[in-house]
């Protein structure tokens, strides 16, 4: 093996990239994260992040960081699917929770991060070309001094969904291309007077609007002032897109201000924005949906919009895509480290590929009941009653926020394949978030019940497994291994010998071979808060 062979390159810095590089730095692997923008980009995206991902972030210390809310990420009442209000108040639990925050500045944020975790990132550095070799993967690269090659023993494509990294490796990308829909969207300055108390618009000759995505026969029209200091961005969608565009031509006010004219029917009075920005102003001509036939070429690996392009509608992507990376960064340590189990690298494509699938299925739902005509009109008005049903409002909401899919953990606890929920307990003699033992990345035994035979059988993974006991007044099960992603591995209501025997199996199925250490040395090393 080449003396200089880096663990993993990394070839995006973008928001998955740069989690995956943190997580891997979490477990002590040293990553070179490619990049071939000359520094972080300042062209606005996505506008936040929506579902269990912002409870994941939690879980790392970055909600916290990102916001300065030192408690748990709230639920939100009130959201929108298609374009029709999604009532949230009378859904328990309710996975939909919010992080405004434009990708810029998440991506810079995120950038910090990793620096502070001494992960190094090669700004105008793109990857061109590789190849496989015995020990792994040469990468060819183009820096700023000239072209260079990286030996790696795993490559992982974060490169967005135009990858080079999958493209280079044959893996199928098969879907829908759309291509009759136009969407418009700019930042623009509106008179304050038409701004609602509700952040929505109210503009006469109109309507009303609230905050987001509203269906007109018309079209789309998209209202969203969520970032305070900046004005709102306003889009049109349409499917006949008005005059005949040249697509590579930049979009102009002009031509955003008449598809938002064709939408509503009347001229808004906009006008574009001032100030510094950066500002928003693009035209997308169709839609791209698919999803990568395989999420891993031998040592290579695809991550995010590299292995899976939808529809912003409902906004999933970075939710899917930072999920991907968490999903995939412990167990690629794992490997690294010598102690996965055998097939666990591959678990990273059965579990989040059909995640994939689902957020396709909800967002070409979502296209479509947008979309023109009586049939549509009809439809909606159906599905907005059936929106009015606790049991579909919980069904959407989950569907939507990723928290509907069980992964196959092996284990039939109720629990047992899905992220944790919020959980407090009393811990070295203070009440502690359960959440804030997870900011390491590392594997977690809860025992509510100081059992010994816990502690026994723990021991035999005290090198990995970090053994926490815990007191709560309403424990949701006497014991839970938790996986460093957040997801409940094993759950026992009661210890007897079945139990320790299910225990002791999750722990060989995900977190590799015990030590075969039950020395009192080593069951000693039960850590707590306080250690």
């Keep these: 093996m080449p003396e200089n062979i880096h663990d993993v390159v990394i070839s995006g810095a973008g928001p998955n990239g740069l989690m995956l590089a943190c997580e891997l730095r979490l477990a002590g692997i040293r990553p070179v994260v490619l990049e071939a923008l000359p520094e972080p980009s300042r062209r606005p995206k996505a506008n936040g992040l929506l579902g269990e991902v912002v409870r994941l972030l939690d879980m790392r210390g970055l909600y916290t960081e990102l916001t300065g809310n ?31 925050i434009p990708q810029p500045d998440l991506v810079r944020r995120m950038v910090r991060h990793a620096t502070d975790l001494g992960v190094e990132i090669r700004w105008g550095n793109a990857l061109t070309d590789f190849r496989h070799t ?21 490559l992982v494509g974060a490169d967005g969904g135009k990858s080079v990294v999958r493209k280079q490796t044959g893996i199928d990308f098969p879907g829908y291309t759309s291509t009759a829909h136009i969407v418009r969207v700019g930042h623009a300055e509106i008179p304050d007077h038409l701004r609602t108390p509700e952040g929505g618009i109210d503009i006469p000759g109109a309507g009303r609007f609230p905050l987001g995505h509203t269906r007109l026969e018309n079209g789309l029209f998209v209202y969203a002032a969520i970032h305070p200091g900046q004005p709102p961005l306003i889009g049109a969608g349409e499917h006949d897109g008005g005059d ?23 001229p808004l009075p906009m006008e574009p924005p001032v100030g510094s920005g950066p500002f928003t102003l693009r035209r997308t001509v169709g839609q791209n949906t698919r999803v990568a036939e395989h999420y891993r070429s031998g040592n290579v690996l695809l991550l995010g919009d590299a292995a899976h392009v939808h529809s912003a509608m409902g906004g999933p992507g970075l ?9 995939l960064g412990w167990k690629l340590a794992a490997t690294l480290n010598g102690w996965a189990p055998e097939g666990l690298l591959d678990t990273y494509e059965s579990e989040r590929h059909a995640l994939a699938e689902r957020v396709v299925m909800h967002s070409l739902s ?8 009586p049939e549509i009109t009809a439809l909606r008005a159906l599905f907005g009653e059936l929106l009015e049903l606790p049991a579909v409002q919980s069904h959407i909401a989950n569907l939507m926020a990723g928290s509907d899919t069980r992964y196959d ?81 094993w759950a026992a209501d009661d210890f007897t010998e079945t139990t320790g025997s299910g225990l002791h199996a999750a722990l060989t199925r995900w977190f590799g071979q015990s030590n075969h250490s039950g020395s009192p040395a080593a069951m000693s090393l039960r850590s707590t808060v306080g250690s």
């Design 244 to 266: 005949a565009i040249d697509e590579d031509a930049p979009m102009t006010f002009d031509e955003l201000r008449a598809a938002v004219e064709r939408v509503l029917g009347i």
């Design 409 to 489: 953990i092996g284990d039939s606890h109720p629990l047992s394949g899905h992220l944790m929920p919020e959980l407090s307990a009393g811990i070295d003699g203070r009440t502690v978030r359960i959440t804030e033992l997870m900011h390491e990345a590392r594997p977690l035994l809860l025992d509510y019940g100081m059992n010994p035979e816990i502690a026994e059988i723990a021991a035999g993974w005290s090198d990995r497994v970090r053994l926490v006991t815990a007191t709560s007044s309403t424990p949701p099960a006497a014991a839970l291994l938790i996986r460093p992603d957040g997801y409940i591995a």
């Design 366 to 373: 979502q296209s479509a009941l947008v979309g023109p005509g």
């Design 319 to 327: 939710n899917l895509g930072l999920q991907d990376a968490v999903n």
């Design 134 to 154: 015995p020990d792994g993967v040469t990468i060819e690269v183009t820096g700023p001094d000239g072209p260079y090659a990286l030996d790696a023993r795993y």
């Design 70 to 100: 030192t408690g748990a990420p709230e639920p939100i009442p009130l959201y929108i699917f298609g374009a029709l209000p999604l009532k949230l108040t009378a859904v328990h639990p309710n996975p939909i929770r919010m992080l405004p």
